[in-house]
């Protein structure tokens, strides 16, 4: 038995499961929350003595149509009792996805992962488009433009891991370039320049681990994105 229901539904829709005496003794319930242990669903093991446990899907899924042809590939991270798991692991095998276990405490800082690499990309990507328009480009334009750029970084950082792919000012440690940008974005919206400073913090640092900066050119690139308002 699966809850595809909303992460808040979860507990409330087990319990109210449960109560009613709705399992079968002996089934297997699972729910499909990135961010959420099996513990959550402990009313129907309690209760009606069901083994349990998750598998989340790592993809997005913006319709259904692309949920249908994503998943054959995708990794489905499961965790819980032993004979949950290996149902659940059988189950993504037989649509084509790859099954990997995970640990029940780490689901809501793997689901954080999951959203910085997806949903975070998703508003970065907005983010520069807006940037884009403060420009004077033509939104769709800016986007037809930047997508093929987005891509290609993509395909770098699985080719060559983050730190291989690293390009840009902050990884050749070109202050003025980044203080024109700060410059620049003070302008705009402030939720833009905030952004771009907390992103190449980040930077900075992943520039240091590939060594193109030593410790005092990172360190005084991350002074001059923490600075006040340039």
């Known amino acids: 038995v699966l809850l595809t229901v909303p992460d808040d539904a979860i507990d409330p829709v087990c319990r109210d499961l449960a109560e009613a005496n709705a399992f079968t003794e002996g089934a297997v319930v699972a729910h499909c929350s990135g961010a959420l242990g099996s513990d959550v669903l402990a009313p129907a093991k309690q209760r009606c003595g069901c083994d349990i446990g998750s598998m989340h899907p790592l993809q997005t899924f913006p319709t ?20 949950a798991v290996e149902m659940l ?31 975070s990309l998703t508003t970065l990507i907005d983010a520069a488009v807006t940037m884009c328009a403060e420009a004077g480009i ?48 003070g302008a705009c919206d402030e939720k833009l320049q905030a952004l771009y ?25 991350t002074d001059l994105l923490r600075s006040e308002r340039n």
């Open 138 to 185: 033509d939104r769709e334009i800016a986007l037809a433009a930047l997508g093929p750029l987005s891509k290609a970084t993509l395909e770098s950082v699985a080719a060559m891991g983050p730190a291989g792919a690293l390009t840009g000012p902050v990884a050749r440690g070109d202050a003025g370039t980044v203080r024109r940008h700060l410059e620049a974005l």
């Open 89 to 119: 692991e059988e189950l993504a095998r037989s649509i084509g996805a790859t099954p990997a276990r995970i640990d029940a405490g780490a689901k809501a800082i793997y689901h954080a992962a999951a959203v910085t690499a997806c949903n």
């Open 197 to 221: 400073r907390a992103a190449g913090i980040w930077t900075a640092d992943l520039a240091e681990r590939k060594g193109t900066l030593d410790r005092a050119a990172a360190a005084a690139l």
């Open 64 to 83: 259904t149509e692309a949920a249908l042809d994503r998943l054959p590939g995708a990794y489905c991270f499961c965790e819980g009792d032993d004979r």
